[in-house]
């Protein structure tokens, strides 16, 4: 038996007799070569003992350099004094220093920091202390204009920045799109490009949407990827796959094999599970010593508390929405009682009960602008987020003339007219917000109350918003309130969500709300 290396693949020669050692570490089968091989360096170590002194040697500085990328993963300060080129009137936090070093060091990275550290001004902190000169942001389309603007503002180069949409594609050295036309333009974009930043990229967790299709075809050709995302990612390590597949194709042995060891894998009647998790200490370990940076915003930003409280409307007019929804919620359990026991999350519940909690936010409206109301005589600023348009829309009339929205109908020019408004104008004091379209990339720190009119069933959706208050420039406590009516669903998705989100702290993980936990 003996390991060898031929360019960068690893070949492992062996009998017959002896192939379990070759496909236990990892190793795969080439029946035209008739070969076991591998391009993991991680499988190779593995059979370390039948390579070799200099190729030994060649993997164990592998593996000392893996110990110091994991080290490096987490680190808060730079271990040696380096400079960092950036504009003259501004500066980088120590802890920037240190993302902008990590991907300057790294082929491709996974930046995976938390909301409101500032990613963005650390990828542009990559490109001003790098030679690119052509370089690819892709993101959502609610962040298109704050990067043009983030870019303007910290770039040191003079690069000219073009913002593609479905009507205007423009070249340029810089140029940004969103992932929801990227297909659109896949012919044009198809070329040698030096830097692709992928931004939210949890996004492109599905690898059979056009999407990823379309990334993926134009990102054979990039010298240099980085992903970026605030979202915890080991929830569900399958959903990972699409970004290791293009950051580190080989750091697992194949697709098949990072399945079965990290997604707790289950041959069920229909066939295989692998939305489970297993080996997450050592799944983390290979990220964070190849490809992943994270820290915890705690370790990154002096932050004061952020504190949250479920705060129960009362009043006799909402007695008739709690015996309405009562009886609502009696049908849909006898109607789905069978259900239940089969599935997590049936989707016909799942409809009906969105049905009755939309009825119940519109009802609740006058009490949560009344608690508003409140709030705002202590003359501090309040963020008022919501689900529906109705529910959005009702509350912004209530605070017509000293108050702002953002919601996913409006252009992406009057989103940022919103937020400029709602941060600068002292005459503005509130600001209604879409759970969805408002709880990424923006900041809404001249608040320190944020109100949740309505929640969502995935608590990291939650905490995104939250967020936008919590983060640099945050410098009195936020205090977080989820207004709900006794005795509701909401009441209980309230709850549920605040266990919820202190496990994510704990772990990182994102998790999601099974129904069995509100009914």
Request: aromatic share 10%; net charge neutral.
């Amino acid at each position: 038996m003996r390991l060898v290396k031929l360019d960068d693949i690893f070949i492992f020669q062996c009998t017959y007799y002896e192939k379990d050692i070759a496909k236990g570490a990892g190793f795969l089968w080439n029946p035209d070569s008739k070969r076991w091989y591998t391009k993991s360096v991680d499988s190779a170590i593995k059979l370390s003992d039948y390579a070799s002194d200099e190729l030994r040697e060649e993997m164990e500085a592998i593996q000392d350099e893996r110990i110091k990328t994991y080290n490096q993963s987490s680190a808060i300060t730079l271990q040696e004094n380096k400079s960092f080129v950036c504009p003259p009137d501004l500066s980088y936090f120590e802890f920037q220093k240190t993302a902008i070093d990590f991907m300057i060091k790294r082929p491709n990275v996974l930046l995976s920091e938390p909301t409101g550290i500032g990613k963005t001004i650390e990828i542009i902190g990559l490109i001003n202390n790098s030679s690119f000169k052509k370089i690819l942001v892709v993101c959502p389309n609610s962040l298109k204009l704050n990067w043009k603007r983030e870019l303007k503002k910290w770039l040191v180069n003079n690069y000219s920045i073009s913002v593609i949409s479905s009507t205007c594609f423009e070249e340029a050295d810089i140029m940004i799109i969103n992932y929801e036309i990227l297909y659109k333009y896949v012919n044009e974009l198809t070329k040698e490009w030096d830097l692709l930043v992928c931004d939210e990229s949890h996004k492109l967790k599905n690898g059979n949407t056009r999407t990823y299709k379309s990334l993926k075809s134009l990102a054979k050709k990039t010298k240099k990827k980085v992903f970026a995302t605030g979202t915890p990612v080991l929830n569900k390590p399958a959903e990972l796959w699409t970004s290791i597949e293009q950051l580190d194709r080989y750091l697992f042995p194949s697709k098949w094999s990072f399945l079965q060891t990290y997604c707790d894998a289950k041959q069920t009647y229909w066939g295989w599970d692998f939305s489970g998790a297993s080996n997450l200490e050592e799944l983390q370990y290979k990220l964070r010593s190849s490809i992943m940076m994270r820290r915890e915003k705690h370790q990154l930003l002096d932050l004061p508390p952020k504190i949250v409280q479920i705060v129960n409307l009362i009043g006799d007019d909402l007695e008739d929405i709690v015996e309405q929804e009562k009886m609502e919620l009696e049908k849909i359990k006898q109607k789905y009682e069978d259900s239940l026991e089969k599935m997590s999350v049936p989707f016909l519940l799942f409809e009906s009960l969105a049905k009755i909690r939309h009825k119940t936010a519109l009802a609740k409206v006058p009490k949560v602008a009344e608690f508003v109301e409140d709030l705002l005589e202590s003359d501090e600023k309040v963020v008022i987020f919501a689900h529906h348009k109705d529910v959005i829309d009702s509350l912004y009339g209530y605070f017509m003339g000293k108050s702002v929205k953002l919601d996913g109908d409006m252009s992406l020019e009057n989103r940022q007219n919103s937020i400029d408004e709602f941060q600068n104008n002292d005459k503005i004091k509130v600001f209604v917000g879409s759970i969805l379209a408002s709880g990424l990339g923006i900041t809404l720190t001249a608040a320190s109350k944020v109100v949740f009119a309505e929640l969502d069933w995935v608590p990291a959706n939650i905490t995104q918003c939250e967020d936008r208050s919590y983060r640099i420039g945050t410098k009195d406590k936020v205090n977080i309130y989820h207004l709900v009516i006794d005795n509701t669903v909401d009441v209980k998705l309230a709850e549920t969500i605040i266990r919820k989100q202190k496990m994510v702290d704990k772990v990182l993980e994102k998790s999601y709300i099974d129904l069995k936990d509100i009914l």
